[in-house]
């Protein structure tokens, strides 16, 4: 049968009030990319979960398709959110496509840019706030509390029904959960939604590595951050709204929630693109605290399966790459240039 979404995908598995009317970009169903070169270096048998490859380049779709089903099925006409960027662009595309209006909050300059074109183009109102995500986020919980606008949050349980599904599929094409789960965390819906569905799904249980940044790590500080700061726009996140439950879903599998620093983040970046698969500086906070947990001998990955999660796609945030590198070099439109110019 032709795919159809994640929600008609795995309907048994997804728990949904009965007036929910599936609204489906197709999201899903994105590949577990092998990584045998990098994988050697660990000794473990090592994937990334692309979920850059989601309709609107992330990881949100999956939770967005199943919050904007139910919200049109009960009759709402107009779905807020705030965001660092993504979840924007998520919930501007699917009420689009439901036709529903769309109003999202994003911290004022701190969002990337292909997230605010998204956003645009799919037809959101925009609204920056003078503050953080965190500020965003109180405001938008308030207003659905006083007026019937739908709130699109991760809050929204029916956002974490829809992202259980990777976890689904990971178990499906692996056969079962993999040894290790590292990916990052911003404001912990995700990690959230993944340990419920490997608990749900019961194909054995990876260890988590939750990774944060250092500038924005309330988990690993264990407190809030009232000013986060990292180059990693979609974690800059102080109080995550999941936080009680990200720490759970860590201890209870036997893993953890870990910071790492923002060249670090850069450098993973840089060793996924070397591998053809570029993601958004946050995306690679998984790899990046792979990488540091090995490095001091806290991560024994040999023999195992090491899935990490890439939860946006490197076009989300262009700026990233071309304001660190010098522009391209310029020469006449003639053969002899050419050859000079490529030393051949
Ligand atoms: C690429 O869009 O919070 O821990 O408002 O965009 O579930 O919050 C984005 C978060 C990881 C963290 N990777 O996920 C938003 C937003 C990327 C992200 C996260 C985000 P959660």
Known sequence: MTYQGLIQHYRQYLDLPAHTQAISLLEGNTPLIPMPRLGREFGCELFVKFEGLNPTGSFKDRGMTTAISEAVGRGAQTVICASTGNTAASAAAYAARAGLRSIVLIPEGK??????????????????????????????????????????????????????????????????????????????GNITSYWAGFKQYQKGLPQV???????????????????????????????????????????????????????????????????????????????????????VGKFEAK??????????????????????????????????ALVEMVDA
């Open 209 to 295: 590595l939750g990774v944060q940044a250092a500038g924005a790590a309330p988990l690993v500080l264990g407190h809030p951050v009232e000013k986060p700061e990292t180059i990693a726009t979609a974690i800059r996140i102080g109080k995550p709204a999941r936080g009680e439950q990200a720490l759970e879903a860590a201890q209870q599998s036997g893993g953890r929630i870990i910071a790492v620093s923002d060249a670090e983040i850069l450098s993973a970046q840089k060793i996924l693109a070397s591998e053809g698969v570029w993601v958004e500086p946050a995306s690679a906070a998984g790899l990046a605290g792979l990488i540091a947990e090995s490095s």
């Open 303 to 336: 023999g195992k399966k090491v899935v990490v999660v890439c939860t946006g796609h490197g076009m989300k945030d262009p700026s990233i790459i071309t304001e660190s590198f010098t522009a391209p070099k310029v020469i006449p439109a003639e053969y002899q």
């Open 111 to 188: 969002v990337a840019v292909g997230k605010l074109a998204g956003a645009i183009a799919y037809g959101a109102e925009v609204i920056q706030i003078q503050g953080s995500f965190d500020d965003a986020l109180s405001l938008v919980v308030e207003i659905t509390q006083k007026t019937p606008i739908a709130l699109v949050n991760s809050i929204n349980p029916y956002r974490i029904e829809g992202q259980k599904t990777s976890a689904f599929e990971i178990c499906d094409v692996l056969g079962s959960a993999p040894d290790w789960l590292c990916l990052p965390v911003g404001n912990a």
